[in-house]
């Protein structure tokens, strides 16, 4: 069975500061990651992806995600923190039996304080 | 906006009660995908439509079922409700047929209130 992890319910950033956001991944096979971010009443909008190849993985609104397959990790990562970014994020892993459903982590309460 | 609509925003509803969710993809997607978000078992993927065709079940209980008609929008009832079933339910939507892994593009949820 797959599954993600995510060790922090609430991550606090400085505005200007990097910010990582963890998550851990278990899977029998290739992992197909995912991260995306829920806002306040919205639904969840799509960040980055990773399927193959580089291990560093460029997404949306300037966020990247680091694959280590020794750690069995996917963080998300931004160079410097805006105080929009304050939100939800969902780690999140691709149905290894070939359907395209996704396994989601508990999320992560990202608030970046101005 | 991600091109998936989900109607209504907001359903107040009682025990017992009978409802449906609607869900509109992205323009050109085949699959569909229902998931619902709650504070006490997080998201959960309930079931996946493409093309008509169920194509993948998750933890969807006997008292809910969908369906995906041929215009490519899907519904999603939920009978016999109870204060638990409270959540916002959440569709999603994919190109096709998911043999290379695709990534969805959710709707903004229908939030089920059940008194």
């Known amino acids: 069975a797959q599954s993600v992890a995510q060790p922090e319910d609430q991550v606090n950033v400085a505005e200007g500061n990097p910010l990582t956001v963890k998550c851990t991944y278990s899977v029998s096979g290739n992992p197909y990651l995912f991260w995306y971010v829920q806002y306040p009443n919205r639904g969840l909008q799509f960040l980055l992806k990773y399927i193959t190849g580089d291990n560093l993985v460029k997404g949306s609104y300037g966020f990247e995600a680091e694959f280590n397959k020794s750690q069995t990790s996917f963080h998300l990562k931004k160079p410097s923190a805006l105080v929009s970014d304050s939100a939800l994020y969902f780690c999140?892993?691709?149905?290894?039996?070939?359907?395209?459903?996704?396994?989601f982590g508990t999320g992560t309460r990202l608030t970046v304080i101005p | 906006d991600s091109g998936v609509t989900q109607t209504p925003k907001h359903l107040i509803t009682a025990t017992g009660q009978r409802v449906t969710l609607r869900c509109s993809p992205r323009?050109?997607?085949?699959?569909v995908y229902w998931y619902q978000q709650s504070l006490d078992q997080g998201l959960q993927f309930l079931i996946q439509y493409y093309n008509g065709e169920e194509r993948a079940k998750g933890n969807i209980l006997e008292r809910f079922s969908a369906q995906q008609f041929p215009d490519l929008h899907s519904e999603l009832n939920l009978s016999s409700l109870e204060l638990g079933d409270s959540a916002l339910y959440f569709c999603a939507s994919s190109l096709g047929g998911a043999s290379h892994p695709e990534t969805q593009y959710f709707g903004p949820g229908t939030r089920l209130l059940v008194l």
């Open positions: 323009s050109g997607d085949l699959s």
């Open positions: 999140a892993v691709r149905d290894q039996t070939g359907a395209n459903n996704l396994f």
